[in-house]
């Protein structure tokens, strides 16, 4: 089973659309700061080696979310290959998803910003049963 990270949001005035709902780029924003929540649980020194560059990103938007709303991300790594990692998130409240996304990242080296193949121990922060 892969670690899960929960992210709290509370919707503020700014992402809220002339429909009066969220606007739907926001919902990106929103999976992008669960992913880097999620990375910044790994130990620095383990961290500081990759930078994440994203390739492709797929939302749903299930259902609309307003004004003031307590919402969480929740997030999981489902597989690295070589230098690519899917992720997927679901924005929810309570326990209604509002939206769903997979992301597929690559990899960086954080000194040359070339593809950087992912190590065992990257794979270790995120399926901690693997050890």
Not at 30 to 42: E, L, N, P, R
Not at 84 to 90: F, G
Request: aromatic letters at 10%; hydrophobic letters at 45%; charged letters at 25%.
């Amino acid at each position: 089973m892969p670690h899960v990270f929960y992210l709290p949001i509370t919707v503020a005035p700014d992402d809220i659309d002339e429909l009066n709902h969220v606007n739907n780029i926001v919902y990106l924003r929103y999976v992008q700061d669960a992913a880097i929540g999620h990375w910044k649980t790994v130990p620095q020194e383990i961290a500081s080696q990759i930078i994440w560059m994203a390739r492709r990103h797929e939302i749903d938007y299930l259902k609309q979310a307003f004004l003031g709303e307590e919402l969480v991300a929740k997030t999981w790594v489902d597989d690295f290959v070589g230098v690519k990692s899917i992720r997927h998130c679901e924005i929810m409240r309570g326990e209604e998803i509002l939206a769903r996304s997979v992301t597929h990242w690559i990899s960086l080296d954080a000194q040359t910003l070339r593809p950087k193949r992912i190590t065992e121990e990257i794979v270790k922060q995120f399926f901690p049963e693997s050890e």
